[in-house]
């Protein structure tokens, strides 16, 4: 513990640079985890795909029915504002939001989180990132 005392003293500017990158780091963690939203890859999506996440698409109908991904239910982001209930109270089920770009689907699953939804995901950047990765699509 002496030895511990003595580094202190005779560091620091070092013991002063760890506490502030503490510091940012907590707060960083703080404000994601605040901020509700939790974005996914493609890979972790698919891993929630398979142990039961239910796909909510947010695009309207006809980029819908484009392609989207296997099983996805399409409820556009204009539902979702007006109606706060629109995924039939599965409140309890894992949800994975998707869009084109990732940026639609962030304002979805942030929506769902202030409806009471607790487990919702939104995939970071969309199906290009789906196309990107070659994972398929159903029209």
């Given amino acids: 513990m002496g030895q ?14 760890l506490l502030v990158s503490l510091a940012a780091v907590l707060l960083y963690e703080l404000r994601l985890r605040a901020g509700g939203v939790t974005h996914v890859s493609a890979a972790d999506a698919v891993r929630l795909i398979n142990k039961g996440a239910l796909v909510i698409d ?7 029915a484009t392609g989207h991904i296997v099983n996805a239910r399409n409820v556009a982001l204009g539902r979702l504002q007006q109606e ?10 894992v949800l994975l939001t998707v869009c084109d770009n990732g940026s639609l689907s962030g304002k979805a699953a942030s929506l769902l989180r202030k409806a009471g939804y607790e487990n919702v995901f939104s995939l970071r950047g969309g199906l290009g990132t789906w196309r990107a990765e070659n994972l398929p699509l159903v029209k």
Avoid: T
């Avoid at 947010?58 to 819908?64: G, I, L, S, Y």
């Avoid at 706060?84 to 089920?93: C, E, L, T, V």
């Fill in 58 to 64: 947010v695009r309207e109908e006809p980029k819908f």
């Fill in 84 to 93: 706060g209930d629109a995924i039939d109270k599965k409140k309890n089920k």
């Fill in 4 to 17: 511990l005392i003595e580094f202190v003293g005779h560091h620091p500017y070092l013991i002063g640079a």
